[in-house]
């Protein structure tokens, strides 16, 4: 059976000043999951939010915080993620030189592990732990800041994992991250993508709950 399709906005592009009230407004919007984009300016070059923010974001209850670590040597804080409320962990294939035991360790932590790719990394790096991770992300622009445009060439990449989970009957999702909007939603849909992570195209326009509409009308008109 086809996997849901699921909206994660990205609060990279919320109101930082106000976070709490922005995840309960795209809650009330008909999010699925709440996105949280935490940079360490090594892996990438930028700066975001850690592990008491994660912490701050589980107080307020709701819905699944969905973990996107893009830093270097993320096995020394997975633990303290998972520990804050992290309920998904995605660690990238290029930000660790021991995956295989990174992943392990999300999972004794108790969160869902996922692994990221960036647009440059094949799928050969993570043929070998497929069977270990619940989701797969496949960035559509290099991974760093909110807003960039989405990277066609990306699509090939989204069908080939599809195909490759199929052959091996794992059931594991597959999100896509940057540059998500109308049209881009649908491509990367119909490439075999179920879990949309949109920061722009949701937090960007007065009325969340119109965004994630469209979004959602555009799924479902998605032939799989
Ligand atoms: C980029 C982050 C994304 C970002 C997406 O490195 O991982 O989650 O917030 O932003 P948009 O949807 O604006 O491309
Ligand atoms: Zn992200």
Redesign the pocket.
Known sequence: MARPYLIAP?I??ADMAALGSEIERVTRAGADWI?V?VMDGRF?PNLTIGVPVVAALKRRGGLPLDV?L?IAEPERYVADFARAGAAWLTVHAEATLHLHRTLEAIREAGARPGVALNPATPLSAIEHVLGLVELVLV?T?E??????AFIPAMLPKISRLAELLRERQLDVDIQV????KGGTVGQAARAGANVF?????VFGPPDAAVAIRALRAELESVDR
Do not use: N, R
């Not at 991250?177 to 998500?180: A, E, F, L």
């Not at 992570?197 to 195209?201: K, P, Q, R």
């Open positions: 990205s990279l592009s996105h984009d990438v996107h893009m960035m622009v991974p760093g800041f909110g807003g960039q991250d940057g540059g998500i992570v949109a920061g722009t195209s």
